[in-house]
């Protein structure tokens, strides 16, 4: 009787710490909305979501966050490219691999890679990553789209290494038993066998990484060099994220809430995003 009533107890209790976050994810969608639809009434969605120039503090403001939403898109985009082979790689390796001391000493700098602050990575592109683009690329100034992608890459390792290690670790032993008694090399079971065995989890991974590389702001703030151009390799550009983190602290009037706008408009690309790759990951679970 009483462990009956023990466990009604911490399934209540699990059941409002789960509401909980649900209701804060109300919320937050809630005040989004009501924030961000009014700077789009005026504005004009069309002349918001595709304007090409946004002069926020100009006599004749523009309004037009095309090139922010360019920039995140190539950036995420860029530093996935970069990021998972390289995270996914690792994993596989320190999973399956690696010997126990080299994967004792590379997990725990992962593990401090994941504990660096945001703005320890802007400073370290700063000094290190900037001044070496200018030169290799010889162009006037290297705070561009390629060093927040490089950037961006770097810190969604630890997100992509330390889940998809958790997946590959999760896979029953006998698969590969079964795969090295047929005649398979161990590395044709890690990756014919463990990879496919482990593949929801690694993608999970993968989910982490991309909302790491929407969200971040700091970092990229300082190496982007945060104008607001449409994209280009080599060129100062401007995110979602930090357009609003540059102006907020001085906004006022229709240029905050067309900050909120930017805003909901970032929290409805990351809601799109991770919905699409949790739709595919549910089909293949299926099939």
Known sequence: MKNKVFETIIHGVFLILGLITVGCVLLITVYLIISGIPAISKIGLFEFLFGTKWASTDAEPSYGILPFILT????TAGAILLGVPVGFLTAVYLAKIAPAKIRTIVSNAVSLLAGIPSVVYGLVGMLVL???IRTLFDIPDGASLLAAIIVLAIMILPSIINVSITALEAVPKEYEDASLAL??????TYFRVSVPAAKSGIAAAVVLGVGRAIGEAMAVMMVAGNVANMPSMFQSVRFLTTAVASEMSYSSGLQRQALFSIALVLFLFIMLINATLNFFLKRNKEE
């Open 130 to 132: 900037i001044p070496g």
């Open 72 to 75: 995140s898109i190539y950036g």
């Open 183 to 188: 005649g398979a090399t161990p590395v044709e």
